[in-house]
T-cell receptor, first 118, second 113 residues
Framework: DAGVIQSPRHEVTEMGQEVTLRCKPI?????LFWYRQTMMRGLELLIY????????DSGMPEDRFSAKMPNASFSTLKIQPSEPRDSAVYFC????????????????FGPGTRLTVL | AQSVTQPDIHITVSEGASLELRCNYS??????LFWYVQSPGQGLQLLLK??????LVQGIKGFEAEFKRSQSSFNLRKPSVHWSDAAEYFC???????????FGAGTRLAVHP
């Protein structure tokens, strides 16, 4: 299996520009998570999808951030407009979750996208 | 509120020495606990997990962890550290109420030859 795929691996952009991060979860997984990692705040869950439906977006910092999952094999995280404080590593993770095992499953992480906003 | 505390931000050990990374959690019910490792420039990889049963769990790469309910701890151990173990280690608890993983701040491990 190819694992969770994220693109791009690195993104450098200027303040005010739109940024789109992409994620392909592991085939067959039905849960997808977007995390942000910074030195100051550590790993934070931004949003969680189950069966392509956003379940919990309470971690999304503000309206500049949006995420979509149009189908089971693709998700995007968009920042518009971007700001320097958005600079971080963004991880996508996926898992296979069902009612009987919720939580007792491993989340598989992608390699991350390092975003730098100048 | 659920939380995870990793008291040690940085730890340095010599190659071949034993290792223990501390993790304390705050969670009302029986916790689901995880240890992940992050090598530089990489994503997180699961080392081991605890759901129930035997409180000593074995993981990959020679790591083990012991769940101690009385101390609300889930410390990670390895009897002999290798230079390749240098990485950042994250403890996490599954928060059923919020249906998500809560991560600790991480412990960065350096290994001296």
């Amino acid at each position: 299996d190819a694992g969770v795929i994220q693109s791009p691996r690195h993104e450098v952009t200027e303040m005010g520009q739109e940024v789109t991060l992409r994620c392909k979860p592991i085939s067959g997984h039905n849960s997808l998570f977007w995390y942000r990692q910074t030195m100051m705040r550590g790993l934070e869950l931004l949003i969680y999808f189950n069966n392509n439906v956003p379940i919990d977006d309470s971690g999304m910092p503000e309206d500049r951030f949006s995420a979509k999952m149009p189908n089971a094999s693709f998700s995007t995280l968009k920042i518009q407009p971007s700001e320097p404080r958005d600079s971080a590593v963004y991880f996508c993770a996926s898992s296979l979750t069902n009612m009987g095992t919720s939580g007792r499953v491993e989340q598989f992480f992608g390699p991350g996208t390092r975003l730098t906003v100048l | 509120a659920q939380s995870v505390t990793q008291p040690d931000i940085h730890i340095t050990v010599s190659e071949g020495a034993s290792l223990e990374l501390r993790c304390n959690y705050s969670y009302g019910a029986t916790p689901y606990l995880f240890w992940y490792v992050q090598s530089p420039g990489q994503g997180l990889q699961l080392l081991l997990k605890y759901f129930s049963g035997d409180t000593l769990v074995q993981g990959i790469k020679g790591f083990e962890a012991e769940f101690k309910r009385s101390q609300s701890s889930f410390n990670l151990r390895k009897p002999s550290v290798h230079w390749s173990d240098a990485a950042e280690y994250f403890c996490a608890v599954f928060s059923g109420g919020y249906n998500k993983l809560i991560f600790g701040a991480g412990t960065r491990l350096a290994v001296h030859p």
